[in-house]
């Protein structure tokens, strides 16, 4: 216990020391998308990044936090690290390149799809399921409610995992969507009614971009998001081609107790399923906010709260969950969480800041939490009365 405490000290110092002694922090051109746009005080910055290098080591030490961290903040690369290693079996060193299960924050992905169809006339969001598919049993329900989760269905995890035994060989979208029209699966309550988060939802609408775009899902993507914004590791897992396992890592529950990759709901998507780097997703966050992807009007659209009748929390718009800052800014953001992998991307608008946290380990993975870089980035206290990390 002493060991620990004089470790904790000894990293607090040195985050100080290293604000009296500011260095800029290096900010790869491989990385980095677009001129900058701040002009930022060398000093304060550098102090920043040393504060949340020193947090970072902390929660690694004292929690058992293994995993990488990016954080840009007005148009800057402050940090991007990992720590830890990749598991019990394979012990190499964790980069910032590893390769993680991105489980919820994929829903922002899916969300994009969607957008673009819908920008080029090729979707209309307020169209009921049934003109796409005619056997789909449940109707008045539209894309919209399905991105901002008011489309009432029940869960296909807890539906299907009656029907399917066998847990080692993978269903796809389009098993589930089967499903839901032959068995009729009961809704939980009408569309529109209310906000209820829903992986069902996304998945459907993973399904929908196949049906529109005469292309699996995992070509669209390929084709559509992570080439135009120079995602060179990422992809969305194909049951068809498991050896793309082979680069990504794998998940852990506690002391880290191995999770096998092989799982029958791995082979859906949409609502999951995406695999990424913390570099790639900050390629995907200049892309997506410079307008590489989507109109800025599609891009505002999808970051306004469309649940009203939400009185607690956060809000949700298509795919990001939203919710105002003490200081009067938005916080945008989104948690995962899948079979072994943690994850949080935060993104604020009003000066080009973003945070990224990929693990592969469940337990210390949110002792990171994202109040904690909002009061080290802005000097304040950014601590914000909910936790929304129960809903992944």
Not at 57 to 72: E, I, S, T
Not at 138 to 164: E, F, K, Q, V, W
Not at 200 to 214: N, Q
Not at 229 to 241: E, Q
Request: proline share 5%.
């Amino acid at each position: 216990m002493r060991g620990r405490r004089r470790q904790l000290l000894l990293l607090t110092l040195l985050g100080l020391f290293a604000c009296q002694q500011p260095t800029p922090p290096t900010d790869p051109a491989a990385v980095r998308v677009g001129a900058p746009r701040f002009l930022n005080d060398a000093t304060t910055m550098a102090c920043k990044t040393a504060s949340i290098d020193s947090l970072v080591r902390q929660r690694a030490v004292r929690n058992g936090f293994n995993g990488a961290v990016l954080v840009a903040h007005r148009g800057a690369l402050l940090y991007n690290q990992a720590f830890g290693i990749e598991g019990r079996r394979s012990k190499d060193s964790l980069t910032t390149s590893s390769v993680f299960e991105l489980a919820s924050v994929s829903k922002q992905f899916t969300a994009v799809a969607v957008l673009q169809l819908y920008e080029q006339g090729k979707l209309d969001i307020d169209q009921e399921l049934q003109h796409w598919w005619p056997n789909f049993p449940h109707g008045g329900i539209t894309p919209r409610m399905l991105l901002c989760h008011r489309g009432g269905l029940s869960n296909y995890m807890y539906d299907l995992d009656a029907l399917y035994r066998d847990r080692n060989t993978y269903i796809d979208n389009q098993k589930v969507l089967e499903e839901i029209i032959r068995n009729k699966f009961q809704p939980f309550f009408p569309p529109n009614r209310r906000y209820d988060y829903s992986n069902t939802g996304y998945v459907l609408l993973a399904c929908l971009v196949e049906e529109v775009s005469g292309q699996r899902f995992q070509k669209y993507m390929a084709a559509n998001i992570f080439k135009p914004a120079g995602m060179k590791d990422s992809f969305v897992f194909d049951s068809n081609k498991e050896k793309q396992l082979d680069k990504t890592l794998q998940g852990h529950s506690g002391y880290f107790n191995p999770i096998t990759k092989v799982y029958y709901f791995n082979g859906v998507a949409g609502d999951k399923g995406v695999y990424s780097s913390v570099e790639d997703l900050y390629r995907w966050e200049q892309a997506l906010f410079h307008h590489t992807l989507l109109k800025p009007e599609t891009m505002m659209r999808a970051l306004q709260p469309h649940n009203p009748d939400k009185k607690r929390g956060s809000n949700y718009g298509f795919g990001w969950r939203m919710y105002d800052h003490p200081a009067g800014f938005q916080v945008n953001f989104h948690m995962g969480w899948w079979r072994g992998f943690k994850s949080m991307l935060v993104h604020l608008p009003q000066d080009e800041s973003c945070i990224i946290v990929l693990s592969n380990k469940t337990s210390g993975a949110y002792s990171l939490r994202r109040d904690d870089f909002l009061n080290i980035l802005y000097g304040q206290d950014a601590t914000h009365p909910f936790d929304d990390t129960g809903e992944e």
